[in-house]
């Protein structure tokens, strides 16, 4: 359910950071790693969404019985920085409380109150005044305004999605995995950007694994330097 005007103005303020891209395999998990790890003073909470299709449960990601609205949302927190899952990996670049929450395909909306919840109780009984968040997730934007959206990009990936293709409008800066030329006008017809995006919006090359580019660094800082302004 939806929160009332009322319990809108009593919900924490966060500043949340949301790295998105447009396919899987692409570093996404690995740039949210970069940013905590150059930021170990924000104190993150991390995490990362996930949809499943049709057909299979939230609770253990795997085909299942139950009925469509059942099961539809899962959350769990990591505990364990050395499992090797993605918000396991969270936790090992620095974070300081890394979740995993899952939901149906289309039922983002009925997670949220859970993602709610369960970011209020981490905060308020583990570390007070917390309020730094980063996610690994598209379909976040859809609820809320980030105070920072990263979208990656990888020109060997010819998946699309056309959720990630509308959002790219709304990034503050796109990280492009590859060469830069990869993006020029030689490029596979699929990964042809408009011009007007190109021009308008930031964009860094990083291969996945290097550096923190300096430009995302600058963007960052501002963001953590700035009040949370952003409820769930």
Known sequence: ??????????????RI??????????????????IIAAFPGANWIAGKITQYGHGICAQNGAN??????????????????DTGT?????LAAGARRSFWLRTK????????????????QARTTSYGALTSL????????????????????DPAKEDFKDSARAALGRADALVLRGSPDAFSATAPAWMKLP??????????SQEEGGPLPQP?????????ESPGTVSI
């Open 1 to 14: 359910m939806a929160p009332n005007e009322k319990e809108k103005d009593a919900l924490t303020r966060w």
């Open 17 to 34: 950071i949301v790295v998105g891209g447009h396919t899987r395999s692409i570093g996404k998990t690995q740039l949210v790693c970069d």
């Open 64 to 81: 299942c019985d139950c009925a469509p609205n059942e099961h539809i949302c899962a959350l769990d927190w990591e505990l364990d920085a």
């Open 86 to 90: 993605d918000s396991a990996r969270f």
């Open 105 to 120: 395909q289309g039922f983002l909306a009925e997670g949220l109150p859970l993602l709610r919840a369960a970011l209020e």
């Open 134 to 153: 980063i996610v690994e997730s598209n379909s976040l934007l859809q609820f809320l305004k980030p105070s920072l959206y990263f979208a990656v990009i």
């Open 195 to 204: 011009l007007r995006l190109l021009r308008e919006k930031p964009s860094v």
């Open 216 to 224: 995302l660094r600058v963007l960052v800082e501002r963001a953590l």
